[in-house]
């Protein structure tokens, strides 16, 4: 009876724990995740790039990268604090840990294999390991059905990804960043390799001529949507600017491999395969 009634104890006391967490998150795909296991009401702060779910946007936010301060965070009396590595500058997270406050840090790759990874890293950490099953499960699926679409297309268009923020900042995104979803759409780079973003340049451009550009529904739609698109020198002289085959998907599903990675894929191979039913 006594070893019941210890072990019910434990129970408890470890609910507790969980009840009483208060997280703050750094980088948009950890705070995704942590809401997606069902956590959102532990979280008391965010960095400015957690823009999903839109309720997030209400809390108190902690700045972005090299902007953290310690302080800020610890007047917020967090318990744990979930980070992209590199997001949080290292001597921050050091005067964070020596208040006591846990620290989970997450370094990031922009694949599939990783987006599980942190996922079931996430999770364990929140007791939420079914969760965190299920999330992976319904990621995988999705693959799944894009795969199937690709296999039933029997092409392979050139794809170009591209960052910006109105027309001052124009780039191609390469490898490792969001460009990186092309690998699982079936579809090829319109560029060799490129590292990281690089500045746009017309004559490359002209050059690598994408049957179809990418960008991140907010970029689109700061540029001033397809019309905005097209006047980017160099793109309505491509295939994808004459065919006006410019495809944007929701800021944060394409840029940030987290949760929802599987449906942006989906959503991506259904726009460049379109006569796939």
Known sequence: ??????????????????????IITAGSAMTETVCALGDCDKIVAADKTSLFPASIQNLPSIGYRGGISAEGIINLKPTLIIAEKDYVKDEVLRQLESTGIQLLIIDREYTVEDTKKFIRLIAAKLGKVR????????LETDIKEAKLVVSKAGKHPSVLCIFNRGTATVSVAGEGTFGDIIKYTGA??????????????????????????????????????????????????????????????????????????????????????????
Not at 242 to 260: A, C, D, H, V, Y
Request: with cysteine; aromatic share 6%.
């Open 1 to 22: 009876m006594s070893k019941l009634v210890s072990v019910l104890g434990f129970f408890l006391v470890s609910i507790g724990c969980f009840a009483q967490m208060r």
């Open 131 to 138: 969760e965190g099953e299920s999330i992976v499960s319904k």
């Open 188 to 277: 090829v780079p319109a560029t060799a390799a490129i590292k990281g973003f690089k500045p746009v340049n017309t004559e490359a451009l002209i050059a690598a001529n994408p049957d179809y550009i990418v960008l991140a529904s907010s970029g689109y739609e700061s540029i001033g949507g397809m019309e905005g698109v097209l006047k980017i020198p160099g793109i309505a002289q491509t295939t994808a600017g004459k065919k006006k085959q410019i495809i944007s998907i929701e800021s944060m599903m394409l840029t940030n491999f987290g949760p929802r990675l599987g449906t942006a894929i989906k959503e991506l191979v259904t726009s460049i395969y379109p006569e796939v039913k």
